[in-house]
């Protein structure tokens, strides 16, 4: 019985007494950051992340990465751009700007899953490729974008909650959704814990793994949608560094790269994490140079913290 | 097993091992004969003295790094944080330079930053255990703000000619990098073939559980490995900032993919246990001389991530490919 008391106490998990610290720090260092305005603010932006987290957390379920969803998150946007530009109506083009993402996600699932190219190299070539693609098609330029209806994406109310939170909680609900009650997120299990079970149960692997690939595409796209809608122009490199945000948010969240384990519910506690981090960092008024080196060693901190916590949490159980 | 069993295994197993043992190795240098001679058509001046010295001169970096990487690609691991590594490096050394420091010590400084670098690398990889590919991401990204914070945005130039002699120096009519990287390379070739600890390595990739068994010290070995790697980003940050008299946050990121291109298409398998400082000699060459190439035609520098990539993907599908035949 006692026992039982003590593991439900470790296996409270580590992100959240990181994000309470977070908290208190904040308090002190951060005037003004936890006033409405700035807990909706961490909030709206978290929303792009929070989409692409998603699709990195499907991927590494099935034991992948995909180090390509940061630039392909500003493909969607620059394709979306470029299709406005071209006159196209504004939806069509976000649209397009999502299938395109889409695509980008098809190919590396192709590579992986029928070519057996390793996932990291496979998604690393292909943000290589989709970069030069970008710089080519935009000339390294930023295109702008005006229209109402960007306004109403990244800042809109209809129910008093921003759009870009509405959108994100509402892909974030499809996909629990998914992974619950469908064979793809069965497969998705599947294909990280015992994909040889699968395979023996007559799923078709190949195609399983094709589509958790271009669902992180799409899920990209959609991120770059938002980001494209906030900042009303689009940018190849509008994602950059954006992957391993969200790849860290995973594994903090506690998806784990070997087992299957984890899931696209823990992840909302990575993003809210990293969100909490950088918007209590700009807030304090730390300038942005400094960020990049500080969340990557907060980042990569947590993660050590979180594998020692749980190594010895194991130890305890196994004994 | 069966008599003829075992005669059609045996003949499998041949037909795997020749095409591995003869047909394989000259794949490669066959490549970059082929590329050049594509080349001397697009250029008169190819096969010139001169035009040569320039294109090993312009492999120098990249091989310096692609020998780094080779090593901790034959224990199947990676490092991604070579970029920010050689970024950062350069940026810490002309730093202490321009702010008075003598050069030798300035240079230590920079080595021994990107050593530590490489050693923190090997840490989170096998004490913490995170997979390679992100704990040398995560660096990555502390290597580049790292730098940022170094640069607070400026660039640096205008360093004296002592130092510059590293990046644009000659000795007689070779350039003085070129001497740099076949030091660097000679080196870790006889290192990798020729010791103990150097066998170990492809030991360790080949098999990770034999490996230990057989009383490999692992833990060892792997932070070697990744300080290696760190150490030789940090000699062709140096290099890199010699030549272009200038350092600035971000200057080593196309590095990080052609460096694994040119392991990964000079044989060494991602797999680990597979492959050599020739091969990826031979793979930065043809990296150089493609992006030679692509300038020569005029195609602006923006197509070059878009090559870099299509040209790493086909290489690992080739390796992958390769690999399955000889099974």
């Given at each position: 019985m006692k026992n039982k008391v003590q593991l439900r106490v470790v296996s409270i998990p580590p992100v959240i007494w990181i994000v309470l610290a977070l908290f208190v720090l904040y308090s002190f260092f951060a005037p003004?950051?936890?006033?409405a305005g700035n807990l909706w603010n961490i909030g709206v932006q978290a929303a792009p992340l929070l989409v692409l987290a998603i699709g990195a957390t499907i991927v590494i379920l099935t034991e992948g990465i995909d180090l390509s969803c940061g630039i392909v998150l500003g493909f969607a946007g620059v394709g979306f751009a470029l299709l406005a530009q071209r006159g196209f109506p504004i939806w069509l083009a976000m649209l397009g700007g999502i299938l395109l993402a889409g695509v980008c996600g098809l190919v590396n699932g192709v590579m992986v899953a029928?070519?057996?190219?390793?996932p990291f190299i496979a998604t690393l070539g292909m943000a290589s490729v989709i970069t030069g693609a970008g710089l080519v098609s935009t000339e390294g330029m930023s295109i702008a974008v005006r229209d109402d209806v960007l306004e109403f994406v990244s800042n809109?109310?209809?129910?008093?909650?921003?759009m870009p939170i509405l959108i994100a909680l509402l892909i974030f609900g499809v996909v629990l959704f998914l992974m619950r009650f469908t064979a793809f997120g069965r497969n998705i299990y599947a294909l990280g814990g015992n994909s040889e079970a699968l395979r023996l149960s007559g799923a078709n692997l190949t195609a399983a793994q094709i589509a958790t690939y271009t669902v992180a595409g799409l899920l990209a796209g959609i991120a770059g949608i938002l980001v494209a809608s906030r900042t009303a122009s689009g940018h190849i490199?509008?994602?950059?560094g954006w992957d391993f945000d969200a790849i860290a948010a995973t594994i903090i969240g506690g998806?784990?790269?070997?087992?299957?384990?984890?899931g696209v519910g823990y992840t909302i506690l990575g993003v809210v994490l990293i969100a909490v981090l950088r918007n209590g960092l700009n807030v304090a008024g730390v300038p942005n140079m400094y960020q990049f080196a500080l969340i990557g060693t907060v980042v990569l901190g947590a993660i050590i913290f979180d594998i020692l916590v749980r190594r010895l949490s194991g130890a305890e159980e196994s004994r | 097993m069966s008599e003829a069993a075992e005669t059609a295994g045996f003949l499998h197993q041949w037909k795997g091992a020749g095409f591995k043992r003869f047909i394989g190795p000259l794949l490669r240098p066959l490549g970059l004969l082929a590329l050049c001679i594509v080349l001397s058509f697009l250029n008169e001046?190819?096969?010139?003295l001169k035009n040569i010295i320039s294109v090993l001169r312009q492999s120098t970096i990249l091989v310096v790094v692609a020998v780094g990487m080779t090593v901790v690609i034959l224990t199947a691991g990676i490092d991604l944080s070579v970029g920010g590594v050689m970024a950062l490096v350069g940026c810490l050394t002309s730093q202490l330079i321009i702010n008075g420091t003598p050069i030798v010590p300035a240079i230590a400084c920079g080595l021994a930053l990107g050593t530590l670098f490489g050693l923190l690398n090997g840490v989170l990889v096998?004490?913490?255990?995170?997979p390679p590919f992100v704990a040398t991401y995560g660096m990555m990204w502390i290597a580049n703000g790292l730098a940022m914070i170094l640069m607070q945005g400026k660039i640096i130039f205008g360093l004296p000619d002592n130092f510059l002699w590293l990046g644009s120096g000659y000795l007689s009519i070779i350039p003085i990098p070129v001497i740099l990287a076949a030091v660097v390379a000679v080196a870790f070739h006889f290192y990798l073939k020729k010791t103990v600890s150097g066998q170990e390595i492809y030991a360790l990739g080949a098999n990770r559980e034999a490996a230990r068994y057989s009383g490999i010290k692992i833990t060892k070995t792997l932070l070697l490995v990744y300080s290696l790697s760190g150490f030789t980003a940090a000699i062709a940050g140096i290099i890199m900032t010699a030549r272009l008299d200038a350092a600035q946050e971000?200057?080593?990121?196309?590095?990080m993919l052609q460096a694994i291109a040119a392991a990964v298409m000079g044989?060494?398998?991602?797999?680990?246990?597979e492959g050599g400082i020739p091969g990826t000699i031979i793979g930065a060459l043809i990296l150089t001389l493609v992006v030679n190439g692509l300038n020569l035609m005029g195609?602006?520098?923006?197509?070059h991530p878009l090559v870099t990539g299509a040209v790493i993907l086909t290489a690992v599908f080739f390796d992958v490919v390769t690999r399955k035949w000889s099974d």
């Open positions: 003004g950051f936890f006033s029928c070519l057996h190219l390793p809109g109310a209809p129910l008093g909650i921003k490199t509008a994602g950059l998806t784990s790269f070997e087992e299957g384990k984890g | 001046n190819f096969f010139t096998r004490i913490f255990g995170l971000g200057m080593g990121e196309p590095f044989g060494s398998s991602l797999m680990g246990g195609a602006p520098s923006m197509v």
